[in-house]
């Protein structure tokens, strides 16, 4: 199992960023998928998730109205639109996929993770 991702970079504040993951070995038709981030000396955040068959979402408070998240089956790849960046955002985003509990609940217990990506929002 592999998952890919793409699209990192630096961007200024304000700015745009769409973020892909590929998976290969799984379907991210049968997984709930998220994308998570991780900054230097902070713990792992959940920014958004979506469930197995794209119906439900999930953003918290930091993500909400800026991030989206899509999946395209016959791709087999999920996306993260990311607008109005701030500096805060800067972190290496992680795909994932696994249970939508997990993924909301217990990033321990999910399955597949990717390599990561780098996002740096600055001037």
């Known amino acids: 199992v592999q998952l890919v991702e793409s699209g990192g970079g630096l961007v200024q504040p304000g700015g745009s960023l769409r973020l892909s993951c590929t998976a290969s070995g799984i379907m991210f038709s049968s997984y709930a998928v998220g994308w998570v981030r991780q900054a230097p000396g902070m713990e792992r955040e959940l920014v958004s998730g979506?469930?197995?068959?794209?119906?439900?979402?999930f953003y918290p408070d930091s993500a909400k109205g800026r991030f989206t998240i899509s999946k395209d089956h016959d791709n087999n790849k999920v996306y993260l639109q990311m607008n109005s960046l701030k500096p805060e955002d800067t972190a290496v985003y992680y795909c994932?996929?696994?249970?939508?509990?997990?993924?909301?609940?217990?990033?321990?217990?999910?399955?597949?993770w990717g390599q990561g990506t780098q996002v740096i929002v600055s001037l």
């Open positions: 979506i469930s197995m068959g794209g119906g439900r979402t």
């Open positions: 994932a996929a696994g249970l939508f509990s997990d993924l909301r609940n217990d990033l321990t217990n999910v399955p597949f």
